[in-house]
C-alpha cells in the first residue's frame, strides 16, 4: 500500500465520495473488532485498489502496527503478535496458504509453551464464499478463528471512473465457464442503487451483460430497491445503464491505444492510479534515497492533478504542442512581469504552482516520445496493427508475429496480443500461420506455454480459421469502426484514440443510446450475443431518464463486463463532451486492462 494517490472526488456527478467513506468505515470497524495491537496481512493482488481507499496512517490509527503481503512461507508469529487479521480475495490459493500459516503459527505457539495464544480474523473482499469456508473447515482451523467479509464492491478511481479489480472475470467466464464473478458486478451495481436510486433503463449488448442485468434485477428485488425512498428525492442520479460484455468487442484491446493516458499505459503500466518512472528520470541529483532511485518514481495520474486532466484523452501526437505552447505562456509572462500591476502578479504567482506538474509531465511524455515516435520497432507494429484493420496484412502480419518471436524474443504476451488482433479481424488466424506460430511458441517458450496458448484460444481472442464467414468487414462498415483521414489534433470522431480506428465497443454504446437502441440496430445482430433493453420504476417516483444533475443532461453508467482500457474511457468522455447524446458517461468495469494485461490473465 502507499498513500497520496487517492483522487478528490469532487467534481463526480455520482456520490462517489460517500462510497468511498462508506469503504473506509467497514474496512476500520472490521479491524477494530479485535483489541490492541494487530498485524495485516494482505492479499497482494489487493493491496493496491485498497489504498485508494483507506491509506496506512489511517490503518497505523486503528492498531496496524505490522504489515506483510499473503506469501508461501510468511511467518507472522514472531513471539510478541497476538492479533492477526487477513484481507484477502476469496480464492482457494489464499485459503490453503492461510491455513498453512494458522497451523504453523499454532505448532510453534505450543512448542514455546505460550500462555497467550494468537487470535486470527479472515476477512474476505468483496465476499465470503462456501467453498473458502469449506476449505478452512476441512484444514481443522475454522472453529478457531473469525470468519467475515469486507464488501469492497467498487472502487473508484477518478471522479468519473470505478472499478471492482478483479482481473479474472474474463478469464472466469470465457475459458472455465464460471459465472460467479458476474453475480460481484451484479453486487456492484445494486450498491451504486443503494445510494443513486434504481437506474430507469437498462440496455446491453451480450452473454454476460445479459446474465448480470438478470442477476441485478433479482438482488434489486431482493433489497427491495424499487421500495425503498429514492436516495435523490424521487429521480435516480443514473438515468442509464448500459452492460457491454467484453467478448463483443475483443479487437479494440488488442489495437495499440494512442491518448495521452493509454499510451503510458501501454509503455510504462499505470496500477492503481500510479505510474512508474524509471530511475534514469527520478529527481534529480540524488534528491531521493538510492533505494528510492532505484525502484522508479511513481507518479500519481488522476484528475486531482489539472494538468493532467487536460492532456490525458488528447491523442498523443497533440500532447507535446500542448505542454510546449503552456511553457511559452509561462515564459512569455514571466518576461512581462516588470510591466503588470499587483494583482496581476499575485496571479501569476499563484500559477507558478502549476510548474512542477508541467516539468513532471514534459519528462514523462518525453520518455513515452522515446519509446513510441522515436522508436521503429513501435512504428512498425503500429503500421501492421492498421493494415490490419483496413483488410490487408494478414500474412505479413503473421511473418511479423514469428519474427517478434525468433529474432526480437519478444514477451509471449506481446506475440499473442499480435496473433489475436490477426484473429479478430480475419475471423481466424490461417491454418498454415496457426501451426507454424504454434509449433514456434512450444519451441521457443516451452510446453508450459500450450497451457496458456490454449487458455487463449478457448477464450475467443485467437483460433485458427477453420473456414466459414468473417463478420468483421461488414461490422467494421456498418458502425463506421475505420476512419480515413481523422484529424488527431481537432477531432470530430472517437477514432482519434486509435489514430483512425474508432472502438466498436464506445460505437455499441452510442447505438444503445439512439432512438430504437440496440434491439432495433440490424447490425448488432452480426456480433454474438444477446441484445436487450428494460424499463425500470421505483413506487413513487417520476417519468425515468428525464433532466439529470448537469443542466439537464442525462447520467449514463457504461459498465464493461471483462475490462476497459483508458482509450476506451478516453472515447467515452470525447462522446460526452460533442453534446449529440446530451449525456454524461460514468464508467464502470470489472478491471481496467490494456491488450497485454487481457492476454496475461489468461497465462
Not at 114 to 135: G, L, M, N, Q, W
Not at 140 to 149: A, F
Not at 416 to 440: E, I, T
Request: with cysteine; aromatic share 6%; proline share 4%.
Amino acid at each position: 500500500m502507499s498513500g497520496g494517490v487517492q483522487p478528490s472526488l469532487e467534481g463526480s456527478l455520482l456520490p462517489l465520495s460517500e462510497l468511498r467513506a462508506s469503504a473506509q468505515s467497514n474496512l476500520l470497524n472490521l479491524i477494530d473488532r479485535r483489541p490492541g495491537r494487530k498485524v495485516l496481512v494482505l492479499d497482494p493482488k489487493i493491496s493496491g485498489p485498497l489504498a485508494l481507499v483507506a491509506n496506512i496512517g489511517m490503518l497505523k490509527e486503528h492498531g496496524i502496527e505490522k504489515l506483510y503481503h499473503l506469501e508461501k512461507n510468511l511467518s507472522v508469529a514472531d513471539g510478541t503478535t497476538r492479533e492477526v487479521v487477513f484481507l484477502v480475495r476469496p480464492t482457494i490459493a489464499n485459503v490453503r496458504l492461510i491455513s498453512e500459516q494458522i497451523i504453523e503459527a499454532e505448532e510453534r505457539s505450543a512448542k514455546r509453551r505460550e500462555a497467550t495464544t494468537i487470535h486470527f480474523s479472515v476477512y474476505f473482499t468483496p465476499r465470503k464464499t462456501v467453498i473458502c469456508e469449506r476449505i478452512l473447515e476441512e484444514c481443522g482451523v475454522l472453529g478457531s478463528i473469525q470468519v467475515d467479509e469486507f464488501p469492497l464492491w467498487l472502487i473508484p478511481f477518478d471522479e468519473d471512473v470505478l472499478s471492482l479489480e478483479i482481473d479474472s472475470v474474463f478469464s472466469d467466464v470465457t475459458v472455465e465457464g464460471d459465472l460467479s464473478s458476474l453475480y460481484d458486478v451484479a453486487s456492484a451495481i445494486v450498491q451504486l442503487q443503494k445510494v443513486c436510486g434504481l437506474i430507469p433503463r437498462v440496455t446491453g449488448k451480450g452473454a454476460c451483460a445479459k446474465v448480470v442485468s438478470n442477476l441485478a434485477q433479482r438482488l434489486a428485488l431482493e433489497n427491495d430497491l424499487a421500495g425503498s425512498p429514492q436516495p435523490t428525492e424521487g429521480a435516480s442520479r443514473i438515468h442509464d445503464l448500459v452492460l457491454i460484455d467484453r467478448s463483443c468487442d475483443l479487437l479494440s484491446p488488442m489495437c495499440t491505444q494512442l491518448t495521452y493516458e493509454g499510451l503510458v499505459d501501454e509503455i510504462l503500466g499505470i496500477n492503481n492510479g500510479l505510474v512508474e518512472v524509471p530511475a534514469a528520470r527520478g529527481a534529480p541529483g540524488g534528491a531521493e534515497p538510492q533505494q528510492q532511485q532505484r525502484r522508479g518514481r511513481r507518479v500519481p495520474l488522476n484528475s486531482s492533478d489539472v494538468l493532467f486532466r487536460e492532456l490525458r484523452d488528447l491523442n498523443f501526437g497533440s500532447v507535446g504542442p500542448k505542454l510546449r505552447n503552456k511553457t511559452m505562456h509561462m515564459r512569455e509572462e514571466y518576461q512581462d512581469i516588470n510591466t503588470k500591476g499587483f494583482s496581476e502578479v499575485h496571479q501569476f504567482v499563484k500559477k507558478l504552482n502549476i510548474m512542477p506538474v508541467l516539468d513532471r509531465h514534459t519528462e514523462l511524455a518525453s520518455l513515452i516520445q522515446e519509446k513510441s515516435a522515436m522508436d521503429e520497432k513501435f512504428l512498425r507494429r503500429l503500421r501492421c496493427e492498421q493494415d490490419l484493420l483496413d483488410g490487408r496484412g494478414v500474412d505479413q502480419a503473421c511473418e511479423y508475429a514469428e519474427e517478434l518471436m525468433f529474432l526480437e524474443r519478444a514477451p509471449l504476451e506481446s506475440v499473442l496480443r499480435l496473433v489475436s488482433l490477426v484473429s479478430q479481424v480475419n475471423g481466424g488466424v490461417p491454418k498454415k500461420h496457426y501451426d507454424a506460430l504454434r509449433r514456434g511458441i512450444l519451441h521457443l517458450y516451452g510446453y508450459r506455454s500450450l497451457a496458456g496458448l490454449q487458455r487463449v484460444q478457448g477464450s475467443g481472442l485467437a483460433r485458427r480459421h477453420e473456414g466459414g464467414r468473417n463478420a468483421f468487414p461488414q461490422v467494421r462498415k456498418a458502425y463506421r469502426l475505420v476512419v480515413d483521414e481523422a484529424d488527431d489534433a481537432s477531432p470530430t470522431d472517437i477514432s482519434y484514440v486509435y489514430s483512425g480506428y474508432a472502438p466498436l465497443s464506445c460505437r455499441l454504446v452510442d447505438a444503445a443510446l439512439r432512438p430504437g437502441g440496440l434491439e432495433q440496430d440490424e447490425a448488432a445482430r452480426l456480433i454474438p450475443g444477446p441484445q436487450f433493453t428494460f424499463e425500470q420504476r421505483a413506487r413513487g417516483a417520476g417519468q425515468g431518464g428525464e433532466g439529470g444533475g448537469d443542466g439537464g443532461r442525462r447520467t449514463v453508467l457504461v459498465c464493461f463486463i471483462g475490462g476497459v482500457t483508458f482509450a476506451e474511457i478516453s472515447a467515452l468522455r470525447f462522446m460526452g463532451s460533442q453534446g449529440g447524446l446530451d449525456v454524461n458517461f460514468v464508467v464502470m468495469a470489472t478491471k481496467l486492462i490494456n491488450g497485454t494485461t487481457l492476454v496475461k490473465s489468461l497465462m
